[in-house]
């Protein structure tokens, strides 16, 4: 049996990742290109026009 993890907005995604030391490099649409200072990267979608799922 699986366990259900938490469903996180993309804002909530990009809020933990600066906690964790990342920073956004750049936004192009909803694609949100951020990036560690030890080399790790990642893209994060955000849908500003999304409502409580």
Not at 12 to 35: P, T
Request: glycine share 8%.
């Amino acid at each position: 049996m699986m366990v259900k993890m938490a469903r996180l907005t993309g804002r909530e995604v990009i809020a933990a990742l600066k906690k964790a030391g990342f920073q956004v490099l750049r936004i192009k649409g909803s694609h949100h290109y951020v990036a560690h200072p030890d080399g790790r990267r990642t893209v994060v979608i955000v849908n500003w026009n999304a409502r409580n799922l």
